[in-house]
């Protein structure tokens, strides 16, 4: 009888990376433009601290803690009046900055101290906040090709039950399309080499179709470039730029026929949960209105694979939640590598408790 | 970025009020009367403690800790027999003082130890027992207005999830009308005053509707007083008894029109629910009928009110639990010294584990 | 007042029972024969240990654990190719002896270590595992009348939500009559004496029924052949035979009318639910089909006595996690000897933390 040898880590493993945190020094997504409605409050959250976002009628979003400096009940319950969030509960009332600038029983001589404030920033259609105590660096730009009038742009994602190390691993390790075998058919990925930074990471791999034709959904994104190019070449890059991920996907010239940016937010304090935030940028073909008609396929099938995706990383957490620690056995060298950036860019829980 | 001061207790504060259990040396309702049929169990609780009330065929309820002595297993299960009640698993069978008075296959010489009994008092359409180790003081007698014919009573109320205190904080502290703002419009009350006791502390207020007529439920209930009276006040007073709670309404005279007498029981071991027991007393105005007529506007308003009570005191425990303490930072000075009185009169942690 | 003496164990007791394992080093069953199909997995546990049956289109059942270890997602989801089991994930595959035979991205001289596999018997309709490290015994042979043509079987069980300890206890007390006293009718049990040995214990018992008929489900058990013997004696004796029980019934001659075999086997880590699998033999009458006629009346009576002991069971359960500990107060002698020789035969807690 064996035993698994998981239980072991390997020699040069980082610690237990499920338990180093997402490090708050980054612009975090926590909601999408569209969710957050003119005049409204939206409840959201980073690694257990509650953030209500609210939009006044007139102005830009800000970010509160989600909890009244009087009895700790969700500003986000409360009601929006010009640029302030009163509290539902006995009225105590909230500016931007998170200070308390009306209580209707007291005089405004006597008002109590605030709330945390975080910096918020909107832009390509997501909402982002700030976390961390250090000072904030300039707010992410245009993302992937979002921006780009050559692209259609899907918005997609929703909360992840896991750890978000096990969403970049998942990506970034191609060998794992065994998983998708009934929704993408049989696909031989290979490796083609990396290349790293201090925060970032990036794969490349190309892929062969042993026996099979590609189904419809991936004939929606890549197939009328694939046919009209004679450099065909059908590289991937799959990139972690700490905390985010994008993966590019070229059939022939330097624009990806496919690009895709991920954010993947801590939900929970013990960060066992993550919100993902995916933008999938399409390069549109020559046909006028061909990627619109097949679009619904295109929705389809890649919300199939990432539901494919959410059910074995979540698998994975669930491994790890019952077996107090990470057994991971990793064979494959770029995911080792990976592995070591995550944790060295992430936040161990001993500055946590300090 | 500010930091929400409620992290730090307010100097006055009295360690965590919500660590602190209520006093089991008191009667606490745990069932209404109609809830205990003749010839049933029911099964309640007291602190986690679990108590099976039975209602012999003819005889007064009696109350036992509700665990057979054999296998600890629910006696609320078993068959209530003359003035005794046998456990459903093996037929051992406890009198109204908790001894054993039979286990069907063992000689009446070798009885085992019974369970404990509790001291158990029927009253004003309620049943209350004594948890404490202490004698027990005389039961309560008439409750409020509930026995007085001029009055009529509703009795209502539910298991709420929070800490009893949260309960008292909710009631006295009427500055938080603007929780009701969509169920009984605009609201301005006002200060006027507060008496204290070792063992009590009641708050005087007045009300003003700055531009808004009162909604049907409350007019109902303080319409026609107010309106046929000369030496018209409008004085509200709310009254902490410790354990106990009650809210009186004066439009004019002697006789409140509205009388409320609370019950707060907690249910669970940590304390953290508690069952609500609400006795709600109305004058009857001078044309006979008119009240009964209005009694099902007057249901459905004072469980919308005590619904959006609900809503909020368990959205103050649920913060509470994740946040790991009490930021509660009282501004009020009534409150501050109810919530010294609850601390003073309850039960600290320290003497629960010694 | 009293105050349930439980609290204090009896003088005897051995420590804490409900903390005491199932010994790994026996044959348990983990599934039924039928819920394994060919070419499929299915996923089953002991105590906590995951563990995949596969049974592969041609070839015996086997049993690993269940977790691919790169990393840890249930092999159960995977896929049989031949006598191989592939990881759903990234497609490693293992063969009966856990050994790992194939990563699709490496070659096979760079294989790594594989997985844990477990000792695996198919008999009885049942397939059993050994989970311990001891060196297996003999699988179990012939289980009770189930091989035998002159008896009729019914398997079934299930997932009980208590330590396996309180199933030995609730079927060898058959003081416990009265829990059942709405499908059965009124039983008078009466002890009739004891045997013992090493890991095996033995109870007999007679019954009489004081002024009622029996039941249909009863009747159709045992029925005729009481009325047809002269030596009726009606004599039932359970058995423990760690890990196993067993109930007999006889009315006449050396074959019994009633003959059941249980097996209970841990589910979770903390063994606070097991897998009750039942073998029930019910010898056949000598009116050819008469029991076939009346097997549904035998299925719903035996079902509903089942139900019966599953709830009160886990109300024990319920009640020893509250208390948190195992407050029994034991006062028939043979369940104290029992409880001795579970305890003996099982593994204490200090064994599985060293």
């Known amino acids: 009888m064996l035993r698994n040898t998981g239980q072991e880590p ?82 105590w009332s909230y500016d931007a900055s998170g200070r308390c600038v009306d209580v209707p029983y007291l005089g405004k001589d006597k008002l109590p101290n605030g709330v945390r404030s975080y910096p918020c920033h909107e832009g390509n259609g997501l909402i982002f906040v700030w976390p961390g105590a250090g000072s904030p660096k300039a707010p992410p730009g245009t993302i992937g090709a979002s921006a780009d009038r050559a692209y259609k742009t899907r ?114 304090a013990a960060q066992r949960s993550n919100r993902t935030f995916i933008l999938l940028s399409v390069r549109r073909p020559k046909i006028p209105g061909l990627l619109d008609v097949a679009w619904p396929v295109l929705a389809w099938f890649t919300n199939r694979v990432f539901a494919e995706d959410c059910a074995i990383v979540e698998m994975e957490q669930a491994a790890y939640d019952s077996q107090g620690g990470d057994w991971n056995q990793e064979v494959f060298p770029p995911i080792r590598e990976l592995r070591k950036l995550l944790a060295a860019n992430g936040r161990p829980p001993a500055h946590e408790t300090s």
């Open 10 to 91: 390997a020699p040069d493993a980082p610690g237990d990376l499920r338990a180093i945190g997402a490090h708050p020094d980054h612009w975090y997504p926590v909601a999408w433009s569209r969710e957050v409605k003119p005049g409204k409050t939206f409840a959201t959250s980073f690694a257990g601290e509650p953030i209500v976002l609210v939009r006044p009628s007139a102005g830009s979003v800000f970010a509160l803690e989600d909890r009244c400096a009087h009895r700790q009940v969700p500003l986000s319950k409360g009601v929006v009046n010009d640029c302030t969030v009163r509290c539902c509960y006995h009225g």
């Open 155 to 268: 918005r997609f994602g929703k909360i992840v039950r896991c750890h978000y190390s096990f969403m970049h691993e998942n990506l970034m390790d191609m060998n794992h399309q065994f998983l998708h075998r009934r929704t993408t058919g049989k696909v031989a990925p290979r490796y083609r080499g990396r290349r790293a930074g201090p925060d970032w990471f990036e794969v490349d791999f190309s892929f062969r179709r042993p026996d099979e034709k590609p189904p419809l959904g991936e004939t929606v994104i890549v197939g009328s470039f694939r046919s009209a190019s004679a450099d065909s070449r059908d590289l991937m890059t799959v990139r972690t730029e700490y905390p985010y991920q994008t993966l590019r996907f070229w059939t022939a010239g330097d624009k990806p026929v496919l690009h895709v940016w991920l954010g993947y937010t801590p939900v929970d």
